[in-house]
């Protein structure tokens, strides 16, 4: 982090000055995003202590094939300090949607940024890399995405994928995929890539994986599945508070019955709470106001892998992709079990016909044995 | 008619008293983990009026497929041990193929009991040839679906280390929903598994009239005495290991 050439950017606590902010807004912050990435109390002073010496960290913040709603998400988390001033602070040299300057400018600003801060500067992913037709489907200042990301990732200290979209292809890679939308870790081999799924991610999360990079030089802890283990390794279902309409047995069967007006639980109707990770019931949406499961929604796995192409929204048994159409596992049985029943009657009769004379013979020399004993 | 039609029959000893106890322990378990699954997959329609806080349903029913599913998991690891320890009738190379003769039988007893060909009736005393290949499937099956029901419980268990062990396999699934399909799937083989496999053990006792089915109960088999001395003299059994 202690880069020479970055000794003359001003630090975090600087700008949060120059943009007119307290230290004690500037504490607030510093602990609600310890809290946020769950390091003990101990650690804020960490935080602070990160945010007040270490200087603005350069970042480059691509877009692919995305619908900006990750950059939305950012930009509307709850904290006024994570929307005003860590966006800025976080020096955002290159950002399709945010920054001002535009053509060559702009690519002036972002190779300034590459060259300058080799090995120094977070690389921003949003959007998934079309590969199909040689990345035709989305090129920018005449490069294809794949171009522009690999020479982006090249001298980057930390890439983050934001978003369902770059962890996971989201909506455009699901089936059939026509462009070949991939997520930016299957293009980037050998790099690490921390994975912010979710359509879009929470924007404290957001802020919460920046600040753990700053302040700690290093990735945070990541899942099997590549996402930070501080938001990721929670089931919706594990911190929704209908949970206990859940463990009662009490569910709501359709939308708009009177269980749905009790607010009992929304597995039956498709809630994927149970197999989703992600930290909407503690951090919840827009400033903490709600997420779609208070709002009587089920979770539909927004920030889980292919979850376009996982079953059906609002039906528990998930559609089993492979079988004929669409099939659920319990359609596969049923037809397999039907078949089973057809086949071992058919063998229970052919047994009888077939094997007429063994059974006969086993039948006659129980009864001969039966006989004998009368006598 | 003459009594020469009748043969001797030998009794054997085919399933010790821990094969026999694994058998129906076995079945219990998986009755129960289909069932509580079943439930799980798709919780009925509860009515009533008391408050959520006074109601457990859902959460005995998990409960008890988890307590199975433990039961379930050293059960098998225990007849695991058992294949290495236990009588030849018990032993692993009954399950998998370790010589010609074994495809041979296979091949007879596909033969007989399938395409139901008349021909000299297969000799095994223990498992047949044919069933003891499709135990071992019986058993991949049970691994995969501790696998992936460990692999589910791993992030709702209490965190002791057990579970623990199998926290990386959401991730070669790409995620706990298409884990769930896997598990749910996996089920129906164990319901067609057992169709079938009561439904054999019917027709052998039908059509061998040696005791098939009372020898998971008391461990014997009767068997013929002709066959039993051709038995002597074939290579086909696995040695005691
Ligand atoms: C014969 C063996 C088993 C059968 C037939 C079985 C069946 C099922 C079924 C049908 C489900 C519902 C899946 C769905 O949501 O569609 C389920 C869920 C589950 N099973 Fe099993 N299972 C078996 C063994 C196991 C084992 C060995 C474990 C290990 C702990 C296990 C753990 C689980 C877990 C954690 C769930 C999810 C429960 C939840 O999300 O609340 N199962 N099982
Ligand atoms: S609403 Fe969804 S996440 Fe909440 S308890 Fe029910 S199934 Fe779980
Ligand atoms: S509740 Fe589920 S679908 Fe909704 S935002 Fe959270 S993880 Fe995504």
Redesign the interface.
Known sequence: MDNPTAQKSPTYLEEFKRKGYSRKDFLKFCTLMAAYLGLENSSVGQVVQALTNKPRLPVIWLHFQECTCCSESFIRSSHPIVADVLLDQISLDYSETLMAASGHQAEEAMKNTMTKYKGEYILCVEGSVPTAADGVYCMIGGKTSLQILEEAAEGAKAIIAWGSCASNGCVQAAKPNPTSATPIHKLLKGKPVIKVPGCPPIGEVMAGVIVHVVTFGRLPEL???GRPKAFY?K?VH?TCYRR????????V?SFDDENARKGYCL??VGC?G????NACGVTKWNNGVSFPIQSGHGCF?CS????WD??RIYE???A?PGFGIEAT??K??KV??AA??VA?AA??V??NV??KK??K??E???K??EQ?LKK | ?A?V???KLRRVYVWEQPVRIYHWLNALVILVLIATGFFI??????Q?SRE????????W?RTIHFVASYIFFFNFLFRIYWGFVGNKYANWKQFIPTSRHFFREIWSVFKID?L?L?GK?HLSVGHNALAGFIYFFMFLAFLVQSITGFGLYA??SSGWWFPQLF??V??MF????????VH??T??FF??FT??HV?LVF?HD????RGEISSMGGGWKFIEDDVFEKHMELPNEPPKS
């Not at chain 1, 206990?244 to 569910?251: F, H, K, S």
């Not at chain 1, 149970?274 to 990770?277: A, E, I, Q, R, V």
């Not at chain 1, 889980?304 to 979850?307: A, D, G, S």
């Not at chain 2, 959520?52 to 959460?59: C, N, P, R």
């Open positions: 899942d099997g599945l390794s089931r594990d206990p309409y859940y463990d009662a047995g009490l569910y069967e597995y039956k994927k149970p197999s989703t990770y796995g889980e892998e292919n979850y996982n079953g528990r048994a998930s089993f596992a319990d596969v049985g397999a079990l089973t029943g071992l063998h229970a052919m047994t077939r094997k063994l059974i013979n086993l006659k020399e129980g001969q044995s004998e | 008619m009594n039609n009748s043969p997959a798709d919780p009925l329609t509860i009533s959520a806080a006074d109601q457990f349903t859902m959460g029913i399938i139901m008349r009736e992030s709702m926290s990386w959401p991730a790409g995620g706990d929903i298409f884990l769930r399909q749910h799937l089920m129906w319901i067609l169709l079938f439904y027709y039908y059509v061998e009239g």
